[in-house]
């Protein structure tokens, strides 16, 4: 069965390393979206792609990049980690316009 | 702006219809959704509306949407144990498949 899959599924990490989540999708979807879910925030987006070679900022970009060199995948780097960037992590994807989100189960990141 | 807003804690006995309300500001949004989050996993769709309807029906869920008012709820009848999660409202808003989610309403069912 075509699937999300995010991981690692939980990451601690140090102020100022540089930590990348993996997020790779099996539907061949060409939209992909990466969102952080913080308390009474709900899920606020961070970068998405419409597909290969094509990446956009969303509202909360900042300390954050991506790259999309294939259809399948859609890794998020957090360029040098700060403690606001404890937050758990959800990566989507979409087949086109009006499809549904598909929702990986999310990586837990913790910056100390 | 873009703002979704819902209500963050919501508590209803077993078989009882719960309704989970959410206003949102994009007059111009095409589609807005309800997905159910349990605990551990990540979101899954429950069910959507376009923005030319009033109502839709799909077994125990309803939504109501009230464009003039921007107000979009969600009902569930017969409300279950197994229907406790958090739900969160999103409407398709700045762009292509682009959504903007509420906080999140947690439903508790009890006994």
């Not at chain 2, 949102?24 to 996993?41: C, M, N």
């Amino acid at each position: 069965d075509a699937e999300i899959t995010q991981s690692p599924r939980h990451k601690i990490t140090e102020t100022g390393r540089q930590v990348t989540l993996a997020c790779h999708q099996t539907w061949n979807h060409n939209n992909m979206f990466w969102y952080r879910q913080d308390l009474g925030h709900g899920l606020r987006l961070i970068h998405y792609s419409y597909g290969v070679q094509d990446t956009n900022k969303g509202e909360v970009s900042d300390g954050y990049s991506v790259s999309r060199s294939n259809t399948e995948d859609l890794p998020l780097t957090l360029e040098s980690a700060a403690s606001s960037q404890t937050s758990v992590y959800f990566c989507a994807s979409s087949e086109k316009y009006n499809s549904p989100l598909h929702f990986g189960n999310g990586t837990r990141l913790t910056v100390t | 702006g873009e703002d979704v807003e819902q209500s963050l804690f919501l508590s209803v006995r077993e078989g009882d219809s719960s309704v989970i309300n959410c206003t949102y500001t994009d007059s111009s949004s095409t589609y807005l959704y309800w997905y159910k989050q349990e605990p551990g996993a990540g979101l899954q769709l429950l069910t959507y509306i376009f923005s030319n309807m009033d109502m839709k029906q799909d077994q125990r869920l309803t939504v109501l949407l009230n464009k003039k008012d921007k107000h979009l709820s969600l009902r569930i009848a017969d409300t279950q144990t197994g229907d406790s999660a958090i739900y969160f409202c999103a409407e398709e808003a700045g762009g292509y498949n682009k959504l903007i989610f509420g906080a999140g309403t947690r439903l508790a069912v009890h006994p």
